[in-house]
Structures are given as C-alpha cells and as structure tokens.
C-alpha cells in the first residue's frame, strides 16, 4: 500500500528591498502607536481594568504588525521575527516615555512620593525622555520605590521587588506574544509566482462533525495528519456543538487555482474510558490539489 506523503507550505525565506527597509520601520511606527495609546488608557483606567486593555493592546499591537508583514510582503519568519523584536522594544520605550509624561505631571501630582518634581508635561516631555534614556531609568527606579496607585478599594500601593515583577511579566508577555505573533504572521502561504498571500477564505460552515466511535475518529484524524482530506467531503457540519468536530480553513489564490492549503484544528473530547483526546492542529497549511480544493470550497459555502 503507498502512503501518500502530506506537502506542506515552506517559507521561501525572500527578503525583499521594501520588505528590508520598511518592515523595521514599520514595526516600531505601529508599536509606538500602539504603545502610546496603551499608555494613556491605562493610567486614565481604574487598575482592576488594566489587565483587559493590556490584552487589548497585545492583539492591537499584533493586528498592526500583521498589517505590516501584509503589505511589505515579508515572508522570512526569522529576519521578521528579529524586525518585530526590536520593533516592539521600541514600541514599549516610547510607551514607557509617554507614561512617564502622565505620571509625573506638574509639581510630580501623578505619585505622591514625587511631589517636589516640577515637571511639565506635554509632547516636548516625552520627546526628552525620549532622547534621554539614562534619565528616564533612572525616574523609572524613582517611582519602583515608591509605587504608582493602590488597587482599587483596598488602599495599598505595589512597590519595590513586587512592582518590578509586575512591570517585567508585562513586558515579557507583551514581547513573546508580538514576537510570536510576528513570526507564525509571516509563515503563512505566499504565492511566489503571483507574489501575493493566500487568502483564508471565509465559509458559512467549516465545521464538520468526528466520527463518534473510536476506530473511526482515529481513522479519520490519521487520514488528516496524512495530508488526505476526503473526509471532509461526507462529514456532516456542525450547527451548534463545538467539541468532536474538525475545523477547516482553506488557503486560496484567485488566480492560482491548481493549489490550495488547509489547516485542520481538532476538537475532541468524550467521557468514555479509553478514547483519545483532540485539542489542538493536526495539519497546518498542508497542500491541497485544485480540484479537491474546488470540491470543499462549494460543499462548505
């Protein structure tokens, strides 16, 4: 019996001219934008929310790097992974600058422990924090010993070692996610010959329901991991349930319609004794011929 060998989409690892010069550039632009807008919302915020806009801010952050990566066509995950690094570390100095700015307004009124700092604030600040790193760590040390705000009702301020653990687990997430979003953005399929992304293209059903018996359920995720599809084109949709089903999403390119590419996320849990569990991809962009691809794309619309 042959096994049918699964292809699946590879990176061409090409760095364009515009995808060297404007990716970096793009990156800290999009990542001060979003970094100054994460910094004003967060300290005009009560604190118990800033947990919820920091998570704002990662997809925010991420959402504009993707807009990046789109239009520069950058499909080298590692050089756009380093771009996005030293983007987003510029991206969180000037976040940081611009927090500053807000804490330490006239006569030090944001931190109670500041008050004989007379600073003003406004644009011109921010730029001289800016320009001026060693002074601004410097403040930044300034305000870890003294805290910043209490926590909502209870009247205590983080300070010292807490604070900075605080401060150090956000940029760690922060960095990690917009790193990573950055470089799994730019491994997506790209057309080559077209010199275009592939599209997912968006269905009214793409989830099919798993077979219920064992036998068939691993039958059916072995046929996916092995790059066959044709399950799909008998598997019942999934209307309301969203556990034992297969989701599918097909990568198109008008104009190159002899090759598509799918990723299949698998949802599979059951109670009974003995059975395997899904929760995870069991295929990323693995190829898929045109005519099966023609096939799935009008069962699913």
Known sequence: MVTRV???????????????????????????LSGIMYAVASWYSPLFVNPIICLGWLFLTSYLLYLVIQATKARYPLAVAVFAFVGVLVGYYVHWCVWLTLVVEPAGA???GLAGLETPSGPEVVLSYILNPKETFHLVLDIRQVGVRSLWIVEWVPSGFLLTCFWFL????????????????????????????YHPVKFRRDIFKAPELLEDCDQAARMIMDGDLRYFLDAPFVTRERVNCFKLTLYNFPSAPAVGYATVLASITTKKKGQRYYNRALVVNVEVPGK?????????R
């Open 6 to 32: 699964p292809k699946f989409y590879k990176p061409s690892n090409k760095l364009t001219l515009m995808a060297l010069t404007l990716a970096p550039l793009g990156f800290a632009v999009s990542s001060s």
């Open 110 to 112: 944001g931190v109670d």
């Open 170 to 197: 956000e940029f760690l997430v922060y960095v990690c996610f917009t790193v990573m979003s950055g470089y799994f953005l730019s491994a997506r399929p790209f057309s080559e010959v077209h010199d275009g992304w």
């Open 292 to 300: 099966l691809t023609r096939a799935l794309m009008g069962r699913m």
